[in-house]
Structure formats: C-alpha cells, structure tokens
C-alpha cells in the first residue's frame, strides 16, 4: 500500500525537480550562457564536476530542490530571461503528460505531481527570499 508512495518520494518526486532544473539549464544552454551553475540539493556540497559551460554540484541532501544560476557576459535580453524561466515548469507539464501515458497508481501521483510543480512555480510569489518562475518572469516584465 505505501509502495507507490515511497517510491514516489525517494525516486520520482527528485526526478521530476531534477528535470524542471535540467529545463532551465537547457534554457541557458540554448541562449548560450558563458556559465550555467547546476545545483542539486542542500547542504554541504558533496560531489562537484565542471562539464564545459556546466559547473555541477550535488548537496547532500539531494532529494530537496535545486537551482539553476547561469551568466553571460553579453546582457540577456527581457524574453531571453523569460524563456530560462519558463523552461523549468514547461517540462514539468510535458513530464506530467508523459505520466499520464503509463496507466498506474505511481504514474498517476507522478502526473499529479509534476502537474503541481509547473503550475505552481509560475505564480508569482517571493518566499524568504526564493523568487518562483513565475515571480521572475513578472520582475523581468516589470522592468523599463
């Protein structure tokens, strides 16, 4: 009976934060970031690895968020801004789709999950100093 739901936690739930990161850093990738810092967890760092433009770090406790930072020395432009952050819960949607393809109980918590996150993260909202997706988008509209 907690199968699901265990798996769900320990497995799916990191893969699916994993993947909204892996989206904005596919964002940076594209708009050509100098350097886009990959993040994975919190606390103390515990494996770090630097791939081409990517600077990798996992936490030790991964299972809880991550960050994508990224920089360029040619100033990104409002929509390019907009695109690295739409990116994150963009997959999160794709990836909810996707779970709903695969006709169980875990899937369908997966489907509920990812469904969450991407639309979550594009409300806007600052919390102890965190910016969502969607917070960021509104800040970057906002400026003149």
């Given at each position: 009976?907690?199968?699901p739901i265990l798996l769900f936690l320990l497995l799916l739930a990191p893969i699916s934060i994993l993947l909204h990161e892996i989206g904005h850093a596919i964002g940076a990738y594209l708009l050509k970031a100098d350097v886009i810092q990959f993040s994975?967890?919190?606390g103390k760092p515990i494996f770090s690895i630097k791939l081409g433009r990517f600077n990798i770090t996992i936490h030790l406790l991964f299972l809880f968020g991550g960050f994508i930072g990224h920089e360029r020395n040619k100033q990104y432009k409002k929509w390019e801004l907009v695109f690295i952050s739409i990116l994150g819960p963009l997959v999160n949607i794709i990836?909810?789709?996707?779970c709903l393809l695969i006709h169980n109980e875990l899937f369908y918590i997966s489907f509920l999950f990812n469904l969450w996150l991407g639309?979550?993260?594009l409300i806007p909202f600052k919390w102890k100093g965190k910016k969502s997706d969607g917070y960021i988008c509104l800040e970057v509209l906002k400026r003149g």
């Open positions: 009976m907690y199968e994975i967890g919190i990836a909810a789709g996707l639309i979550f993260n």
